[in-house]
Each structure stands twice: as C-alpha cells, then as structure tokens.
C-alpha cells in the first residue's frame, strides 16, 4: 500500500507521501485474550487462556506476557512471566507465592519477535483471574506427626515382643505338664503290679 495524506495549507491543496510501501502485516494489534482462568495446587498455580479473532496462521507464532501481583498491591511492581511455548497455559511455582496470600493475574499477546513476515505490539491486557496458593502441610506438623508416629511404635513395638516371649515361656512350660500325667499313670499301674505279685 501507498498511504499519503492530503490537505489545504495556505490555501493550496497540497499532499504528503506518509508511507511509499506500507505493509499491514507488519502493524498488526491484536485483541486482548480472553476466559483468563486458573487453577491452584499445594505445588503450582496453572493459568490458561484463549483468544479471539486471530488468523489460524498467527496462532501458532504467538508470544504471551503474563503479568502478576499480590491483590492489593500496585500493577507497577508485578512480576512477570514469559511462557516458554505459544501455548495459552503458563505455570507458576508454588515456592514463588506467598501462603495465604490472594494474587491476580493478567495476560497481553503479540507476534513472536522471532518472526520475521509479520510484526505486531502488544494487544491491551486481559481481564484479569484471581489466585492463591493451596495451603500445605508446615513442616513442625510433619515433624509433629512424625514424633507420634514414632511414640507409637515404639509401645507398640515392645508389647507385640512381650507378648511372644511369654507366649514362648508358656508353651515350654506346658510341654512336661502334658507328660506329667502319662508317669504318673506308668507309676501307678506299676504300683498295682507289683501289688498283685506279691499277693
């Protein structure tokens, strides 16, 4: 395209050659994305998007900007983040948030500074998602829970060991009470032949 501007200075019509090739393909300004959503876990917060009116074949050369923040602090001191494919997902640690605090995201898209046929700004920034970290277990509870677990055991351990041990004792003794009665018996009905013989 050829895009000039015209217009009457003191009174003469007059035109201006703004743009002797101008190529669309390079301005391009895409929409904001959209259905900005997220998804907490005691490991990681995932956040996913989609977007809108954008050709198939820019899609797949896209580069997002994710953009975050405590709730009530200032988008001036957010972080960022880049995901490392065009995929509208990106991942955030759970060690990079702090518990019990709510965060919220935004997102914004262009074309890939990689690519060389087109060339766009970045679009307006989303409607923004609010987070927080999944709480997880403190590390005395763990300790703590550890301990009992180990108090436990240990009673447990020992009673299970006293037990067999007189279960042992009580077996062995009770090996010659069983025999105890067949002598008695031999002694007896030798007792009674003996009797009988001297009759």
């Keep these: 395209y050829r895009v000039s501007l015209q217009g009457n200075f003191f009174g003469r019509n007059h035109t201006y050659v703004t743009f002797p090739e101008y190529y669309p393909r390079m301005y391009i300004k895409l929409d904001p994305p959209l259905n900005l959503q997220s998804n907490t876990t005691a490991n990681k917060c995932q956040i996913w998007w989609s977007v809108w009116n954008v050709p198939w074949?820019?899609?797949?050369?896209?580069?997002?900007?994710?953009?975050?923040?405590?709730?009530?602090?200032?988008?001036?001191?957010?972080?960022?983040?880049?995901?490392?494919?065009?995929?509208?997902?990106?991942?955030?640690e759970a060690t990079e948030l702090r518990s019990g605090i709510a965060y919220?995201?935004?997102?914004?898209?262009?074309?890939?500074?990689?690519?060389?046929?087109?060339h766009s700004q970045w679009s307006e920034w989303s409607q923004t998602t609010v987070f927080q970290r999944a709480d997880v277990p403190k590390l005395s509870e763990k300790i703590l829970n550890t301990r009992n677990m180990q108090f436990l055991f240990l009673p447990l351990s020992f009673g299970i060991l006293?037990?067999?041990?007189?279960?042992?004792?009580?077996?062995?003794?009770?090996?010659?009470?069983?025999?105890?009665?067949?002598?008695?018996?031999?002694?007896?009905?030798?007792?009674?032949?003996?009797?009988?013989?001297?009759?």
């Design 57 to 92: 074949y820019l899609i797949e050369i896209l580069q997002y900007e994710l953009q975050y923040k405590e709730y009530s602090m200032s988008w001036e001191i957010a972080l960022n983040k880049t995901p490392p494919s065009p995929l509208p997902q990106i991942e955030i």
């Design 162 to 199: 006293l037990y067999l041990f007189w279960n042992c004792k009580l077996s062995q003794k009770a090996s010659p009470a069983l025999t105890f009665p067949r002598q008695l018996l031999s002694f007896s009905h030798s007792i009674v032949c003996t009797m009988g013989i001297s009759r």
């Design 104 to 118: 919220v995201a935004r997102v914004r898209c262009k074309v890939s500074e990689n690519e060389n046929s087109y």
